[in-house]
């Protein structure tokens, strides 16, 4: 079992910065994919970014590409998603998953989610 804890969300005016993390525990030497997905009041969840196990391969949303930076630190089994130029549109919980394969569209572990609100 794989346990993925987020942090780093909040209250931010529009146009701040925000980093995310998630931090994976338990047995993650198997894990390749990793990454984030939203879900905003009323809408389906949706993919974010995500990012390979060698860091080397990176895959982000169409609508806020440009904006994101996602990046790992195998060593410490933590992922992060650096957020710029929030938009209101951005709030939302942020979920983190994690795959044993190259896709987190299957993704086999999810986190409980961390609370990010953008204010006009």
């Known amino acids: 079992q794989v346990q993925l804890v987020e942090s780093g969300g909040g209250l931010v005016q529009a146009g701040d910065s925000l980093r995310l993390s998630c931090a994976a525990s338990?047995?993650?030497?198997?894990?390749?994919?990793m990454g984030w997905f939203r879900q905003a009041p009323g809408k389906e969840r949706e993919f974010v970014a995500s990012i390979s196990e060698s860091g080397g391969n990176t895959y982000y949303a169409e609508s806020m590409k440009g904006r994101l930076t996602i990046s790992r630190d195998s060593a410490k089994n933590t992922v992060y998603l650096q957020m710029t130029s929030l938009k209101p549109e951005d709030t939302a919980v942020y979920y983190c998953?994690?795959?044993?394969?190259?896709?987190?569209?299957?993704?086999?572990?999810w986190g409980q989610g961390t609370q990010v609100t953008v204010s006009s």
């Open positions: 338990g047995r993650t030497f198997r894990l390749d994919a």
């Open positions: 998953a994690a795959a044993y394969g190259r896709s987190l569209l299957r993704a086999d572990y």
